[in-house]
T-cell receptor, first 112, second 112 residues
Framework: GQNIDQPTEMTATEGAIVQINCTYQ??????LFWYQQHAGEAPTFLSY????GLEEKGRFSSFLSRSKGYSYLLLKELQMKDSASYLC?????????????FGAGTTVTVRA | DARVTQTPRHKVTEMGQEVTMRCQPI?????VFWYRQTMMQGLELLAY????????DSGMPKDRFSAEMPDATLATLKIQPSEPRDSAVYFC??????????FGQGTRLTVV
């Protein structure tokens, strides 16, 4: 199995930066995904990290350290519409088994 | 505009009744996931298929749940008999191999 840990809630001010950390323990690690989920809606894909390092995509960046079992999602220039739950998800493959498992999510509230 | 389509969007049923949820994955995607989301448990993986073959359904209560892919354009999740504790949002997601999963809008199930 795998353990995926991320903070439950974070609050930040419009225009600020927020970093959401995710730690995981798993065997057969493939890569790490970040998804955004607004209340009442489906999760939508944000980023995918396979190799160590930082992936930047506009206002959002994601970092991965495979050796440390650690990732973070960085949200810059926060906007009100960024208020949502952010889900860390780990993909693993072992033999023919492939799984995409999610953390509990971090609810980010952006205040004016 | 390719998307995962789930039906019905909402379902209210009485305890003991059979419930069938349907999913049309994105054309060309060979991996299909079924997830259940509740406030308490977050997103739980119930089952997944690759090339229509069930690879893992260990997250699914086998005595009442069943998942099938009768063809490449249809995945089904059945609950028989349904119980109040099955009330949740059920998401279907599809993808290609180990890349990101695209989620449908979900079926909100209420069992009374």
């Amino acid at each position: 199995g795998q353990n995926i840990d991320q903070p439950t809630e974070m609050t930040a001010t419009e225009g600020a930066i927020v970093q959401i950390n995710c730690t995981y323990q798993t065997s057969g690690f493939n890569g790490l995904f970040w998804y955004q989920q607004h209340a009442g809606e489906a999760p939508t894909f944000l980023s995918y990290n396979v190799l160590d390092g930082l992936e930047e995509k506009g206002r959002f960046s994601s970092f991965l350290s495979r050796s440390k079992g650690y990732s973070y999602l960085l949200l810059k220039e926060l906007q009100m519409k960024d208020s949502a739950s952010y889900l860390c998800a780990v993909s693993r493959s072992q033999f023919r088994d492939y799984k995409l498992s999610f953390g509990a999510g971090t609810t980010v509230t952006v205040r004016a | 505009d390719a998307r995962v389509t789930q039906t019905p969007r909402h379902k209210v049923t009485e305890m003991g009744q059979e419930v069938t949820m349907r999913c049309q994955p994105i054309l060309g995607h060979n991996t299909v996931f079924w997830y259940r989301q509740t406030m308490m448990q977050g997103l739980e993986l119930l089952a997944y298929f690759r090339n229509r073959a069930p690879l893992d359904d260990s997250g699914m209560p086998k005595d009442r749940f069943s998942a099938e892919m009768p063809d490449a354009t249809l995945a089904t999740l059945k609950i028989q008999p349904s119980e109040p504790r099955d009330s949740a949002v059920y998401f279907c997601a599809s993808g290609i191999g180990d890349t990101e999963a695209f989620f449908g809008q979900g079926t909100r199930l209420t069992v009374v």
